[in-house]
């Protein structure tokens, strides 16, 4: 009897911005990559856009979304568009606009 091999779910993902949200149960994303360029070897930005499965009509445009490949939905269609889970800011973030130091705005001083 064959050993169990642990299945591994190396799904491609990728984060964009939805750029039209028309359609039914369908979102179109962009993504936003940098590369070398081929001659000159500079990181340029290179643009794709994707369309995504959106089954209950969630997402509107300038959402950022995270795309799951999945098994193809339609001709054009093969990743689910799926929420970011908001990530936490490193340490001594506070409430408000006080950036990565903690320090507050001076707008946010208390009036002496």
């Known amino acids: 009897m064959p050993a169990l ?3 591994i779910r190396a799904m491609k993902t990728m984060q964009g911005r939805v750029v039209c949200a028309t359609n039914d149960k369908t979102v179109a994303v ?15 930005r290179m643009k794709k856009k994707y369309q995504a499965h959106d089954p209950d009509n969630q ?12 098994r193809p939905i339609s001709k054009t269609k093969s990743f689910v568009a799926l929420p970011v889970v908001a990530r936490k800011s490193g340490a001594g973030a506070g409430a408000g606009g006080d950036g990565l130091l903690g ?10």
């Open 5 to 7: 091999v642990p299945v």
């Open 30 to 44: 962009e993504v936003v990559r940098l590369a070398p360029h081929p001659k000159y070897k500079r990181r340029v």
């Open 59 to 70: 997402f509107k445009v300038g959402d950022v979304v995270r795309l799951e490949k999945s």
């Open 103 to 112: 320090i507050p705005l001076e707008s946010q001083q208390p009036a002496a």
